[in-house]
């Protein structure tokens, strides 16, 4: 099934390729209460950065590349195509690939063209050319859309870089398919539909769960809590004295240069000590002083992240 409308329209009313990775914790990305939080609509920011500007302008690139080194003919659809059996699972395809040659009316897609841009230092994340080790979310984005279109191969096409293009092939795995529409399932009507936050997994989701306290409320801890506080405490120590052996290295290194603003070894730059560019910043205290009705206009509350502080107990 397929529906001939803006895709970024409708998130909120699907799982879709980009959020399955990120549902079962494998988004470096983003959680799954991230996710929770757009399908409920308590979160309604679109995801904007650089990267994924990049990642949207690059797409009709790496497609054209992929069909220079293949000579197969892709076919771009914008429509949502909806999981047979889960009205809630829909795909949006980057291009269909034709093997047989040019297409026409009578032609059948083969397989999923899927692209991708990514860091040259993150290659050590991805196996050897035309293998299936692809990073684990993207693996499972791919095998989302093959069980929604029914196709049973998908070429991941990514540019490292401007430098290393890359093609991995990945077939389908029924097993894996119905592991991963289990979890999107659990996700969708435990989840969404019943309006419960999933589980936190990080200290981000943490604050974005609990941002507000209670000043009149308090919990007992069990007694693994008070040897995990234990434990944070020695590493919390453990940190500081590695920080103090950070300082004294850079004290030794700054030493040496002195007003030298670099240093080299065997000709090579070991170090540089540089002043930035300078940089502007308004000085709010003087503008109170000088014009504190001005100031008083632009002010505005600030709400601060509450802050968890591990107290040392004598028992």
């Excluded at 549902?23 to 990267?51: A, H, N």
């Excluded at 302008?57 to 590349?65: G, I, K, L, M, Q």
């Excluded at 974005?208 to 007992?220: H, I, Q």
Aim: charged content about 25%; proline content about 4%; some cysteine.
């Amino acid at each position: 099934m397929l529906i001939n409308q803006d895709f970024s329209v409708d998130r909120s009313k699907y799982i879709g390729g980009s959020d399955i990775g990120a549902i079962l914790g494998l988004s470096r990305f983003r959680s799954p209460l991230e996710v929770w939080l757009e399908k409920t609509g308590k979160e309604t920011k679109k995801p904007d950065s650089l990267p994924l500007r990049f990642g949207s302008f690059a797409e009709a690139f790496v497609a054209s590349e992929y069909a220079r080194a293949t000579s197969f003919e892709l076919i771009h659809d914008e429509s949502i195509y909806i999981h047979p059996k889960h009205s809630f699972m829909s795909a949006h395809i980057d291009r269909f690939v034709l093997e047989g040659g040019a297409a026409s009316s009578t032609s059948n897609p083969t397989r999923i063209l899927e692209c991708k841009t990514a860091n040259p230092f993150s290659s050590g994340d991805w196996g050897e050319v035309g293998s299936d080790e692809v990073p684990m979310s993207y693996l499972c984005q791919c095998i989302w859309y093959m069980a929604i279109t029914n196709i049973n191969k998908v070429d991941l096409a990514v540019l490292f870089g401007n430098s290393d293009f890359r093609i991995y092939e990945i077939s389908r795995d029924l097993e894996l398919e119905t592991v991963i529409l289990q979890k999107a399932s659990l996700f969708w009507n435990e989840y969404v539909l019943k309006d419960i936050a999933p589980p936190a997994q990080s200290e981000s989701d943490c604050q974005t769960l609990f941002s507000k306290g209670d000043p009149a409320k308090s919990v007992e801890a069990k007694a693994q809590t008070l040897e995990l506080s234990k434990r944070l405490q020695l590493l919390n120590s453990e940190i500081d004295v590695r920080e103090e052996e950070i300082s004294s290295i850079k004290q030794n290194i700054m030493n040496q240069m002195g007003d030298a603003e670099s240093m080299t070894y065997q000709g090579k730059v070991l170090a540089t000590w540089k002043a930035p560019k300078p940089s502007f910043r308004l000085d709010s205290k003087r503008l109170e002083t000088d014009h504190p009705q001005i100031a008083s206009n632009y002010k505005i509350p600030v709400q601060n992240s509450r802050r968890l502080v591990i107290k040392e107990l004598s028992l």
